[in-house]
């Protein structure tokens, strides 16, 4: 394993120079830490290590890899010390590499923080979490990155998806960050650059800090029609006598037809440039409109100032379900610096990402399929051409 880069993350702050500290790291030497879950029994695939088919290099890219498809996955390893985000940054960061990432390709890529008492070999999907973060992906049209924070035992989903792009969906690494701050607001990067940020009270559905006031009913004499039809419009005179259609008046019987064969001639029927569709009347701003009602608010008992706090984090893991395998996590950390995560990234995830490119063209080149032996019926076209070509030359 990487040897941990302990360096001093300071910052001025009310409590002067504070150091940063790091409470996971894992760059997958080996899985010694982690405990594989079967609480899906007989459903469950194996992790395993490995830095896939194209890797910029074997040893450094090795991760913890989904090795069968149509599976479930759960494995969970324990931080060095549990965490507590009351006053500080929590950051966790990791890289996930969807190797078989085609069209078709469906399976979660995030990472779960939780208490200690969900970890362990019964771990799994209903087991308490306090942050799940991560990609997830399903086809094309399904491409997020969830980040749901668990509040008073109810997971929270973020009200709108942070979406990722169509360049964003590859089979390359790539790297996913949360940051927690103290002041209830987050930023999530995506390969080291901003992908969404803002204040956590608005983009999760916390209990709001105020709520209607439930003694409060709108006036039986609330104007709230913001348009109304205007009473001095009225519809013309002989208005819904126009037709629609009228014969065509450039059309003339043909000179072969004959009324007693044929029937009598009627000219085709046009659109008729006079009509113009049922009648509307016009509609004009309410003078009366007193806006949108809205009850009055009071304070909510159930807000809470503080939230995406925790005080008992003491693990991290993976419950996944995958329909395609060949996905690797790695080089995961969880600390209280972004900074720290900034420098891990550098010396690990930038690293790989610089020959990725160049490797999986090594590995596609080595690979491609040979090209197909001609068919008899290929090989006479092929005389036939040669025989050709000499002809002419003779000529």
């Known amino acids: 394993m990487l040897s941990k880069l302990i360096f001093a993350s300071a910052f001025m702050g009310l409590g002067g120079i504070v150091s940063a500290e790091t409470y996971f790291k894992e760059t997958f030497d080996n899985m010694d830490r982690w405990t594989s879950s079967n609480w899906k029994a007989g459903e469950m695939g194996t992790f395993d290590l490995s830095a896939g088919d194209w890797q910029t290099d074997a040893a450094a890219d090795q991760g913890m890899r989904t090795s069968q498809g149509a599976k479930f996955y759960a494995a969970t390893a324990p931080l060095d010390k549990t965490l507590s985000n009351k006053d500080k940054d929590l950051v966790v960061q990791f890289s996930v590499k969807h190797e078989k990432r085609e069209y078709s390709f469906c399976g979660g890529g995030y990472i779960k923080l939780m208490p200690a008492s969900s970890a362990g070999a019964s771990f799994g999907g209903d087991s308490p979490y306090q942050v799940m973060f991560g990609p997830d992906m399903c086809g094309y049209d399904v491409?997020?990155?969830?980040?749901?924070?668990?509040?008073?035992?109810?997971?929270?989903?973020?009200?709108?998806?942070?979406?990722?792009?169509?360049?964003?969906?590859?089979?390359?690494?790539?790297?996913?960050?949360?940051?927690?701050?103290?002041?209830?607001?987050?930023?999530?990067?995506?390969?080291?650059?901003?992908?969404?940020?803002?204040?956590?009270?608005?983009?999760?559905?916390?209990?709001?800090?105020?709520?209607?006031?439930?003694?409060?009913?709108?006036?039986?004499?609330?104007?709230?029609?913001?348009?109304?039809?205007?009473?001095?419009?009225?519809?013309?005179?002989?208005?819904?006598?126009?037709?629609e259609k009228i014969p065509d008046p450039e059309a003339s019987k043909p000179e072969d037809w004959d009324d007693e064969d044929d029937g009598e001639w009627e000219a085709p029927k046009i659109s008729n440039p006079e009509f113009k569709g049922p009648w509307k009347q016009k509609m004009i701003d309410n003078p009366a409109y007193k806006g949108e009602w809205k009850a009055k608010q009071i304070p909510n008992d159930k807000f809470v100032p503080e939230v995406a706090k925790w005080d008992d984090i003491a693990a991290v893991g993976f419950d996944l379900w995958v329909v395609n395998e060949g996905s690797i996590f790695d080089n995961i950390i969880v600390t209280d610096s972004l900074e720290e995560a900034q420098a891990f990234a550098k010396a690990t995830f930038d690293v790989t990402k610089a020959g990725e490119e160049e490797a999986k063209k090594v590995w596609d080149e080595a690979n491609k399929p040979p090209e197909p032996e001609p068919t008899e019926e290929q090989e006479g076209e092929e005389e036939v051409e040669v025989e050709t070509e000499d002809a002419h030359e003779e000529l």
């Open 143 to 243: 491409s997020r990155i969830h980040a749901i924070f668990n509040h008073e035992g109810e997971n929270l989903l973020k009200t709108e998806d942070i979406k990722l792009e169509y360049a964003d969906k590859n089979s390359f690494t790539h790297l996913y960050t949360l940051q927690i701050k103290p002041d209830n607001t987050y930023t999530v990067y995506f390969d080291g650059e901003e992908k969404s940020s803002g204040s956590i009270h608005e983009q999760w559905p916390y209990p709001p800090k105020s709520v209607d006031d439930p003694s409060d009913s709108k006036p039986s004499d609330w104007v709230d029609e913001k348009r109304i039809p205007d009473e001095t419009d009225v519809k013309p005179e002989g208005y819904d006598d126009i037709p």
